[in-house]
């Protein structure tokens, strides 16, 4: 399946130390000032009369430096800049800016005007550094920002600290050669446990366990019956199953929405008679599958196929869809060595 269309590409930009320009008195020109400097810029502000907003900024910046300039921008304070910023009081001077700019290679944001702006800043929900971005396109920032407040309530702070100790631990777990598998079942039982126990503190007795290889290499399958096609009724161990697959097994009567679920890197594949020893066989050569059917599953035929040919195989539903008809959770034990606790 191919990505939809793209209103905008959600894209994080890496400022530390990199120098921004932002241009404007107001409110808004402030807001967007603290935003470069939190990402670690150097930011330099240019405003004739600054409001108390801006001069407290500069006296205790959220991160990086800003530097106030009490005069209007000119042409060559953009040399050197990332990104520049304006808040102007009509098109004639968002034109002027915008050009000025892009002369000196700078990407550009001019505040509520996008038919000068390369980029657009979206409502943010900040677990730094774990960091949401939430886009309409510029269509509706209120409803962006409802939709911020409504993750806000959903992301734990505590992942704040699981992000950062991801970020110390990745070069310790690739430092030990582990094969890709092992490697992913690690962060598999590592963003279990975050999601488990999101204020616990990730610390050297958590890694060491989480470092406990299980069963990475060994094959399975996840049946999932798809209900009534509603994306929204999957069940989190479904999505949780689709996001660590190596392969998925699908019916072309199943919602291409559904597919949106699993990881990029997955391969997707559209069977018809031959699915059960295809999803055998790939389980057998080591491959994470989910097999994929429309409705409730009606699994037992495929789950007693796996059985047979000695495969771990469990069984996930939507909410929707009624239980899936057979017993066979017996990759139970196989997977709960994610988040055994």
């Known amino acids: 399946?191919?990505?939809?269309?793209?209103?905008?590409?959600?894209?994080?930009?890496?400022?530390?130390?990199?120098?921004?320009?932002?241009?404007?008195?107001?409110?808004?020109?402030?807001?967007?000032?603290?935003?470069?400097?939190?990402?670690?810029?150097?930011?330099?502000?240019?405003?004739?009369?600054?409001?108390?907003?801006?001069?407290?900024?500069?006296?205790?910046?959220?991160?990086?430096?800003?530097?106030?300039?009490?005069r209007a921008w000119q042409p060559t304070d953009f040399a050197g800049a990332a990104i520049a910023v304006a808040e102007c009081i009509d098109n004639d001077e968002a034109a002027r800016f915008a050009a000025a700019a892009r002369a000196t290679g700078a990407l550009v944001n001019v505040i509520d005007r996008p038919a000068f702006c390369d980029f657009a800043f979206g409502a943010i929900v900040n677990r730094s550094p774990l960091v949401i971005g939430i886009s309409t396109d510029g269509a509706a920032p209120v409803f962006a920002q409802a939709i911020r407040a409504k993750i806000e309530t959903l992301i734990p702070r505590g992942f704040a600290r699981w992000a950062e100790a991801a970020r110390n631990w990745r070069p310790r777990v690739h430092a030990l050669a582990m094969s890709f598998r092992v490697r992913r079942s690690f962060w598999e039982r590592f963003a279990d446990r975050a999601i488990a126990v999101p204020d616990a503190p990730p610390d050297e007795t958590e890694f060491a366990t989480l470092l406990t290889p299980g069963q990475a290499d060994a094959g399975s399958v996840?049946?999932?019956?798809?209900?009534?096609?509603?994306?929204?009724?999957?069940?989190?161990r479904a999505v949780r199953a689709l996001q660590s697959a190596d392969v998925i097994l699908f019916d072309e009567k199943v919602a291409p929405e559904i597919l949106d679920f699993a990881r990029r890197e997955a391969k997707k594949m559209l069977v018809g008679k031959t699915a059960t020893a295809t999803m055998v066989a790939l389980a057998k050569a080591g491959r994470r599958v989910v097999r994929l059917k429309a409705g409730a599953g009606q699994a037992g035929q495929e789950a007693a196929a796996c059985r047979a040919g000695g495969v771990a195989v469990e069984g996930r539903r939507s909410r929707g869809g009624g239980r899936a008809r057979h017993n066979g959770d017996t990759a139970g034990n196989h997977r709960t060595s994610k988040s055994g606790r």
């Open 1 to 70: 399946m191919r990505m939809g269309p793209l209103a905008r590409l959600p894209a994080f930009f890496a400022l530390a130390g990199k120098r921004c320009v932002v241009a404007g008195d107001g409110a808004a020109a402030a807001w967007k000032a603290e935003l470069l400097g939190a990402a670690g810029a150097h930011v330099d502000v240019f405003a004739p009369t600054p409001t108390e907003d801006i001069r407290a900024l500069v006296a205790a910046p959220p991160g990086g430096t800003i530097a106030l300039h009490e």
């Open 222 to 236: 996840v049946l999932v019956g798809t209900g009534p096609g509603d994306p929204e009724l999957l069940t989190l």
